[in-house]
């Protein structure tokens, strides 16, 4: 009996560390979703990176910025944006993450892209902390296609 509540105990765990980083993600996706600037640069490391490769008209290409240069951005953005996600891989192994998911961003209430979000996570001082994101841009004619649940 007691063997059978220390498995169990030891098959929670894991969950419990990917509930973790999806709240994680959550949050980072909830300061998106209202431009907070400051919640956007305590959930995220200040040395990380996001890289974006878009396959939009016009804008095909990879591109990178600092997490800094993305704050900054924040805080003169006046678009209400939504980014939601669906379907979610999370990945951990100690104090590192990963989180995958197909995704759709609207701005001001109409459809911008969609895309795969890739976000690298490090558990640090007992918090997860987003270190390296990357994410595909579509062309909003490409998202039916992605599987997105009706809201």
């Not at 030891?10 to 996706?29: H, M, N, R, S, Y």
């Not at 996600?85 to 197909?102: E, G, K, Q, S």
Request: charged residues 25%; negative net charge.
């Amino acid at each position: 009996m007691l063997i059978s509540a220390l498995l169990a105990l030891a098959a929670l765990a894991p969950t419990d560390e990917k509930a973790e980083v999806q709240a994680a993600v959550d949050a980072f996706i909830a300061a998106i979703n209202s431009n907070d600037a400051p919640e956007l640069d305590r959930l995220t490391h200040d040395d990380g990176a996001a890289f974006i490769q878009g396959y939009v008209k016009g804008r095909e290409g990879l591109r990178r910025r600092t997490t800094k240069e993305s704050v900054e951005r924040m805080k003169t953005s006046t678009s209400r944006n939504t980014e939601r996600y669906w379907n979610p891989t999370i990945l951990v192994h100690r104090d590192i993450a990963h989180f995958w998911a197909p995704y759709s961003f609207d701005v001001d209430g109409k459809r911008s892209h969609c895309g795969v979000d890739s976000f690298s996570l490090m558990r640090i001082d007992g918090k997860w902390i987003l270190t390296n994101n990357a994410w595909t841009v579509e062309p909003p004619e490409n998202c039916a296609g992605m599987g997105e649940p009706k809201p």
